[in-house]
């Protein structure tokens, strides 16, 4: 079975501090591992993919299998950050599910 | 112009009814989704399809069906509405392949009176 945890669900971060928001997967195979993030009143779109290996928003996520994580990081909030972020996983092999995590809500304190 | 689109956007109902959310896709994609969500919470799948006359049951137990007779469409029906089905319910699709991106829609806001 294919499982994502968010450990946090909130998460208060200073404007211009670091931040790191948590996901670790489980899952027997492969896994893709996507970042998405949804904005006040916004739809929930996607942030980035462990595939793509690229800064989006100045947010970057490494995924380490020895670990089963792909945290999301910043090293500098802005006061934009502020949003709902969701781990998901979906497998690469067969089975077409996205699992999403329980999300961390995230707020940069100005 | 290619999108994902829910109807109705919110919805209230008495208890007891049939109700059906619409969700439609105009960007050909095989793989579609729908996902139940109290707001600013966690998503849970509850049904997803592979394609055409596919579908499969998801993580969350749900009284509601669903059906994908045509591509660009996945409905989702609750026969008998409760209170307890009170929530947001999320619909998305991606194309086939590796690493594609999900796309959602604006979600159906739905409470049962």
């Known amino acids: 079975a294919q499982r994502v945890t968010q450990p946090e669900k909130l998460l208060s971060v200073f404007k211009g501090a670091p931040v790191e928001l948590k996901c670790n997967y489980s899952?027997?195979?492969?896994?893709?591992l996507f970042w998405y993030v949804q904005y006040s009143r916004q739809r929930l779109q996607l942030l980035l993919r462990?595939?793509s290996r690229e800064s989006i928003k100045g947010f970057t996520a490494d995924l380490n299998k020895g670990e089963t994580s792909f945290h999301l990081k910043k090293p500098f909030a802005q006061e934009e950050d502020s949003a709902m972020y969701y781990c998901?996983?979906?497998?690469?092999?067969?089975?077409?599910?996205?699992?999403f995590g329980t999300g961390t809500r995230l707020t940069i304190i100005p | 112009e290619a999108d994902i689109y829910q109807t109705p956007r919110y919805l209230v109902i008495g208890t007891g009814k049939k109700i059906t959310l619409e969700c439609s896709q105009t960007?050909?994609?095989?793989?579609m989704y729908w996902y139940q969500q109290d707001p600013g919470m966690e998503l849970h799948l509850i049904h997803y399809?592979?394609?055409?006359?596919?579908?499969e049951k998801g993580d969350l137990s749900s009284e509601s069906t669903v059906s994908r007779i045509r591509t660009e469409h996945f409905p989702l029906t609750l026969e008998s509405a409760r209170p307890s089905h009170t929530s947001q319910y999320l619909c998305?699709?991606?194309?086939?392949?590796?690493?594609?991106?999900?796309?959602f829609g604006q979600g159906t806001r739905l409470t049962v009176v």
């Open positions: 462990h595939i």
């Open positions: 960007m050909g994609h095989d793989k």
């Open positions: 998305a699709s991606r194309n086939r392949g590796a690493y594609t991106e999900a796309f």
């Open positions: 899952y027997s195979g492969s896994p893709e």
């Open positions: 998901a996983l979906r497998s690469n092999f067969g089975n077409e599910k996205l699992t």
């Open positions: 399809s592979y394609g055409v006359n596919s579908t």
